[in-house]
């Protein structure tokens, strides 16, 4: 069973304000991947991580940034949030063995209001 | 292009009946992996099955089980006997290059399937 962590699950926030999404994995992967996703529409790669202190954005632009410090933490910060800002936002990972599937934390529904 | 293409916005199944979900994919790299996963009302993305693209048989895990015709570039999954609880949405993914190295997966759109009691 994958333990992957997503707080908060769902968030209303006004305009302009700076938010932090927290993700965490206890499995050891080095790899991890922030996904942004609107409601009954394809997922779309926003930012993700090989390691500590190695992000790269991904197809989607997007105005967020990350960090990784630790291996386990991968979170994800909006400077000022803004209406179009409203979507779900996915984070997953993955280790070095197997097929290398991804693992998905539950999501953060994010409403910019 | 679409690297992943799902034809089916919607589907409908009885339940204890068999359900076909099409993915098409195209990609030029000769490794690559496909995917499915469940999507719930709840969120949260659940892996089901794996297909290689060196794999000599299609994967089956259970109720699940992948259609894959390399030549013809598809992946559908297919549910058997399917259950109430099998109602989600269902993508398609595809990783490019070999497992290690390649960084991202690719979406489809998805399909909706419904299980009708």
């Known amino acids: 069973e994958a333990d992957i962590y997503q707080t908060p699950r769902y968030l209303v926030i006004g305009t302009g304000k700076k938010i932090t999404l927290e993700c965490s994995q206890t499995m050891g992967h080095d790899k991890m991947y922030w996904y942004q996703q609107d409601p009954g529409m394809e997922l779309h790669l926003i930012h993700y991580s090989y390691g500590v202190n190695s992000t790269e954005k991904g197809d989607l632009s997007s105005e967020s940034t990350v960090s990784r410090i630790r291996t386990e933490h991968f979170p994800l910060t909006l400077e000022s949030a803004r209406p179009s800002h409203t979507s779900q936002y996915l984070c997953?990972?993955?280790?070095?063995?197997?097929?290398?599937?991804?693992?998905f934390g539950p999501g953060t529904r994010l409403t910019v209001t | 292009a679409q690297k992943i293409t799902q034809t089916q916005p919607g589907m409908f199944v009885q339940e204890k009946e068999a359900v076909t979900l099409d993915c098409t994919y195209d990609t030029s790299d000769p490794s690559y992996g496909l995917f499915w996963y469940k999507q719930p009302s709840s969120g949260e993305m659940i892996f089901l099955i794996y297909?290689?693209?060196?794999?000599?048989q299609n994967a089956t895990e259970g109720r699940y089980s992948l259609n894959f015709q390399k030549a013809r570039k598809s992946a559908n999954l297919v549910i058997s006997a399917s259950q109430l609880g099998d109602s989600a949405m269902y993508f398609c993914?595809?990783?490019?290059?070999?497992?290690?190295?390649?960084?991202?997966?690719?979406f489809g759109s998805g399909t909706q399937l419904t299980v009708l009691p």
């Open positions: 997953a990972s993955s280790g070095d063995r197997g097929v290398y599937e991804q693992y």
């Open positions: 993914a595809m990783r490019e290059g070999r497992g290690g190295s390649a960084r991202q997966l690719t």
């Open positions: 297909q290689g693209s060196y794999d000599q």
